[in-house]
């Protein structure tokens, strides 16, 4: 059973440009995580889907959005980049995202504000 | 006070010897606990999870949690010099029909020849 699937890995980008990140769950999973992580604040949660609707976010200004397709693949956008948006970007999926199950990780986007 | 909380270490123990990772939360209402392990460069990566008090053990790995208390362990037997790495425990709480997954900052574990 494949994994779940990031794209791209890396990315290099200047402040006030826009990105969009991509997540490909495990198959059947349909609860769709993101979290960011950097040296200071460790995993932080940003937001999650399930059947194409969001239904938790964290503490994370506008900038940061998200949106699931009916297959369950998620992308995660920021729009204005800032410095501080350089972090490795985390996608997690788990069947239905009951409190039971737990959340398998993909490698991640590593991204870099120039 | 944070919600998830583990020394950062690095805790150093020698090979072979057995490793305890500890984490306390603040969150009464949480419900289910998670160990990952996360190598430098890495992904984190599913060691164990918890729901009921008590110890759960998995090979080498151990999980105890205490909820009147409110903390959670992770108990590593045997440890080698591949188990080095950082360990996160993560709690969830659900919220109505979603659930949120808070991470600790993670302990660092070295573990020495």
């Known amino acids: 059973k494949a994994g779940v699937t990031q794209t791209p890995r890396y990315l290099i980008k200047t402040r006030g440009q826009q990105v969009t990140l991509s997540c490909s769950p495990i198959?059947?999973?349909?609860?769709v995580s993101w979290y960011q992580q950097t040296p200071g604040q460790g995993l932080q949660f940003l937001f999650e889907?399930?059947?194409?609707?969001?239904?938790n976010k964290g503490n994370f200004p506008g900038r940061f959005s998200g949106r699931q397709f009916s297959n369950s693949r998620s992308e995660m956008n920021v729009s204005t980049l800032e410095l501080g948006d350089s972090a490795l970007y985390l996608c997690?999926?788990?069947?239905?995202?009951?409190?039971?199950?737990?959340?398998?990780f993909g490698d991640g986007t590593r991204l870099s504000i120039l | 006070q944070k919600e998830v909380e583990q020394n950062s270490g690095p805790l150093s123990v020698p090979e072979g010897a057995i490793a305890s990772l500890n984490c306390t939360y603040s969150?009464?209402?949480?419900?289910?606990f998670f160990w990952y392990r996360q190598y430098s460069g890495k992904s984190p990566e599913l060691i164990m999870f918890?729901?009921?008090?008590g110890d759960k053990e998995d090979g080498r790995f151990t999980a105890q949690l205490n909820k009147a208390s409110q903390y959670v362990s992770l108990l590593i037997r045997d440890s080698q010099p591949s188990d080095s790495a950082t360990y996160l425990c993560?709690?969830?709480?659900?919220?109505?029909?979603?659930?949120?997954?808070?991470f600790g900052t993670g302990t660092r574990l070295q573990v020495t020849l």
């Open positions: 997690a999926s788990s069947p239905s995202g009951y409190s039971n199950q737990p959340q398998h």
């Open positions: 198959s059947g999973h349909r609860s």
């Open positions: 889907y399930f059947s194409e609707t969001q239904r």
């Open positions: 969150d009464r209402g949480s419900q289910s």
């Open positions: 918890i729901y009921s008090n």
């Open positions: 993560a709690v969830r709480r659900p919220t109505g029909t979603a659930s949120k997954l808070t």
